[in-house]
């Protein structure tokens, strides 16, 4: 049983290929200029490659991810769609989850000037 579509529907593939070109593109750009784009998310000290290896590591999970949503975006049964997008949710919900731990955890005292 197909159920009929609705014009107020949203499409996951539309929502997917958003997702991955804003992703792709901030990522991109975060990790080719960090110091013009973030100028106060400087590390110095935190590692001795330099100031801004974390930030390129963040801004290549986010590349990653928007790849991710790219390849997601290229499943064409709308059933199939629906769940990539959900999982795709459930993965960011995850991660935000797992950072928030470590966040408090070990990172409070050492980035604690980022915030605020």
Do not use: E, N
């Not at 593109?25 to 590692?47: F, M, R």
């Not at 390849?71 to 990539?84: E, K, T, V």
């Not at 795709?88 to 980035?111: M, N, S, T």
Request: aromatic letters at 10%; a positive charge.
């Amino acid at each position: 049983m197909t159920l009929p579509r609705r014009p107020d529907t949203i499409d996951p593939r539309v929502v997917l290929r958003t997702y991955a070109w804003i992703a792709l593109g901030a990522g991109l750009l975060i990790y080719a200029w960090p110091a013009d784009l973030l100028p106060h998310a400087a590390l110095y000290g935190a590692t001795p490659q330099g100031p801004w290896a974390i930030v390129r590591v963040g801004a290549a999970l986010v590349v990653g991810t928007g790849y991710g949503a790219s390849c997601l975006a290229a499943i064409a049964d709308p059933q199939g769609s629906r769940r990539a997008l959900s999982a795709l949710a459930v993965g960011h919900l995850l991660f935000g989850v797992l950072f928030f731990v470590q966040w408090y955890a070990l990172l409070d005292g050492v980035l604690s000037s980022l915030v605020g």
